[in-house]
Nanobody, 123 residues
Framework: QVQLVESGGGLVQAGGSLRLSCAAS????????MGWFRRAPGKEREFVAA????????DYADSVKGRFTISRDNAKNTVYLQMNSLKPEDTAVYYC????????????????WGQGTQVTVSS
């Protein structure tokens, strides 16, 4: 079993930045690929970013490329999502997830999920 807890969400003005954190416990953190998803009101949950076990390979949704950065610290069992140049359309609940798939971009490829943290971006 792996437990994931997100933190760092909040209210920010357009153009501002936030750094989300996801703390993992219960298993060897480095054995999992990690990802971030988000769900906006009235929309389906969508892929945001992912990092392979080593952290050397990452993938991003086109909507966040150049603005968001995923990173991980396996020694601290923590994955981060640095969000810069935030836009109102980034408003959503952000979820952290852990996968045993090497390059996971689909929800079905993730085995463990956190409860989410709310990010609200004002105009």
């Amino acid at each position: 079993q792996v437990q994931l807890v997100e933190s760092g969400g909040g209210l920010v003005q357009a153009g501002g930045s936030l750094r989300l954190s996801c703390a993992a416990s219960g298993r060897t953190f480095s054995a999992y690929a990690m990802g971030w998803f988000r769900r906006a009101p009235g929309k389906e949950r969508e892929f945001v970013a992912a990092s392979t076990w080593s952290g050397h390979n990452t993938d991003y949704a086109d909507s966040v490329k150049g603005r968001f950065t995923i990173s991980r610290d396996n020694a601290k069992n923590t994955v981060y999502l640095q969000m810069n140049s935030l836009k109102p359309e980034d408003t959503a609940v952000y979820y952290c997830a852990a996968s045993t798939t090497a390059i996971p971009t689909r929800e079905s490829e993730y085995r463990y999920w956190g409860q989410g943290t709310q990010v609200t971006v004002s105009s």
